[in-house]
């Protein structure tokens, strides 16, 4: 995102995409969407973008299903696992699904610190323990000016937290992702000061919009959409929903976070999606919906202020300048 301009004016992105998706739309025409073909084609292919293409990642338990999108179109899993920021996997839009293969999200271990009364290191296995997984259908707004409709599986962040019984310290909440050399070619470059990190008001990590997500699309989270564990906060920009988790802290200072670390005057704190400000290199006024029909020429729709969940989430901020706070 710092070093990108934002997908309405970013010419190599656009190439990419468009190019990417007229190819699959010319396979899909002439009924060779198989892998084999792209392989000859020259594309790499990894294994999670093999598992991606036959949607066979094992299925999910789900408790219910809740459209929290006002019935708007889903985006196609394939959309939504093929065009990524994950830059521990390389910084365009397509290296997560081609670089992800050799990842291994299991086994998996989060390190629970600071102030609450249990704190130690738990299992994937026990941190899903007594949790039933729901499917929720989140509008998704990246800061870069794309968006997407997706099912994530997944369960409230607060019924993670509250197990762990916060002190009256734990004033914000600080979330590291797994820093895997050998498994995330992304990390020989210096895009970012990794490990990935984000954080939390503790209201707002508390407040039930916010999922920890293990799956979507009714499966289990696939490498490149942060496998096993992340976070999705659908009233902030796509940033804020950290990926492959592996270290909640409660602390009592607003922790320090990757891109705010990065450049402190366009990636705030907070990065509540709001249409009224807007990012020192671009307006955050429209987004444009990933696969929506039209592909690059369809018309941008209009950002609303928490992404449209102000009903949720507006109160978390209320009397703060939001301008000031963004
Ligand atoms: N560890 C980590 N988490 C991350 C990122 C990243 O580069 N590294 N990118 C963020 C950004 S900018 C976005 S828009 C979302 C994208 O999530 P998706 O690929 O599942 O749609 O992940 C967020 N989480
Ligand atoms: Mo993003």
Known sequence: MLIKRPDDIAAAEITDESV?????????????????????????????????????????????????????????????????????????????????????????????????????????????????????????????????????????????LKRFKPTAQAKYVAFTTVNRPAQMPGLSYAALDWPYREGLRIDEAMNPLALLATGMYGRELPNQNGAPLRLVLPWKYGFKGIKSIVKIEFVERQPRTSWNDAAANEYGFYSNVNPDVDHPRWSQKTERRIGAGGGLFAPRIETKPFNGYAEQVASLYAGMDLHQNF
């Open 20 to 160: 990417y998706l007229g190819r699959r739309r010319l396979l899909r025409t002439l009924g060779l969407a198989g892998s084999a073909l792209l392989v000859g084609c020259g594309q790499k292919q990894g294994n999670t973008d093999a598992k991606a293409e036959t949607d066979s990642s094992p299925t999910l338990d789900l408790a219910r299903k809740t459209d929290y999108a006002n019935g708007e179109a889903q985006t196609s899993f394939k959309d939504a696992t093929h065009y990524n920021n994950y830059y521990e996997f390389g910084t365009d839009k397509s290296d997560p699904a081609q670089n992800a293969g050799k990842f291994q999200p299991k086994p998996w271990s989060v390190e629970i610190a600071g102030h609450a009364e249990v704190t130690g290191s738990f299992t994937l296995e026990d941190i899903l323990k007594g949790q039933s997984i729901e499917e929720r259908v989140y509008r998704m707004r990246c800061v870069e000016g794309w968006s997407m409709v997706i099912p994530w599986a997944g369960f409230s962040l607060a019924d993670l």
